[in-house]
């Protein structure tokens, strides 16, 4: 069976610090690991996705995120937060067949100016 | 190209009143799903159709049903609403239903059942 757990429910940066956001996995089998964004009241947008090639997966909007399969971790980074980064974000985690995903339980981000 | 679409964008409805949420897609995916999203718990899948022709239940499938109508179309039905289905209801889809498929996601339906 599968799950994923973000570590954090809520995280607060200053506009221009590092952003990182917390989320370990576990899996029976070799998954694939999705990062999507939701800004308010909007659908979800993918950031990134591990599908087992790069380990250091970049995404959009200066996002990465990367894969250690020692730890079951996924972490997503951004060097530098911006205010319109402010959002909830999702770590998702697929295997096998039928492409069912498993959502974390999301982690709003809030930046400050 | 307009990705994933779902009608309505909101609803209201009492306890025992039934409705459709409609969601179609135009990006030729073979594979669709609903999920519902409620605070503090992420996304939750209730069915999936991959490919057409095909259903099958998610996580939560208790008190719905879905039609695949066709390639582009996949609807929800709650056919006797109740307080507990208050949700934020999305469909996506994917073009196969393998682990590495990305999920395009719409822009979700806000159903409130009193």
């Known amino acids: 069976a599968q799950s994923v757990t973000q570590l954090d429910s809520h995280v607060s940066v200053s506009e221009g610090t590092p952003v990182l956001l917390r989320c370990n996995y576990s899996s029976s089998y070799s998954p694939s690991l999705f990062w999507y964004v939701q800004h308010p009241n909007k659908g979800l947008q993918l950031l990134l996705k591990?599908?087992?090639?790069?380990?250091l997966v970049k995404g959009i909007n200066g996002f990465e995120a990367e894969f250690k399969k020692s730890e079951t971790s996924f972490h997503l980074t951004k060097p530098s937060a911006h205010m319109s980064d402010a959002a909830e974000y999702f770590c998702v985690v697929s295997e096998g067949g039928g492409n069912k995903l498993t959502f974390g339980t999301g982690t709003q981000l809030k930046v400050e100016l | 190209n307009a990705g994933v679409t779902q009608t309505p964008k909101f609803q209201v409805l009492k306890t025992g009143q039934s409705m459709t949420l409609q969601c179609a897609q135009d990006?030729?995916?073979?594979?669709m799903y609903w999920y519902r999203q409620d605070p503090g718990m992420g996304l939750r899948l209730i069915y999936y159709?991959?490919?057409?022709?095909?259903?099958d239940k998610g996580e939560v499938p208790n008190g719905y049903n879905v039609s695949r109508l066709n390639k582009r179309e996949f609807s929800l039905r709650l056919e006797s609403a109740a307080p507990s289905q208050t949700s934020v209801y999305f469909c996506a889809s994917s073009l196969l239903a393998t682990s590495t498929d990305t999920q395009y996601f719409g822009p979700g339906t806000r159903l409130t059942v009193l």
């Open positions: 159709s991959a490919s057409e022709g095909t259903t």
């Open positions: 990006m030729n995916h073979n594979s």
């Open positions: 591990y599908t087992s090639a790069a380990t």
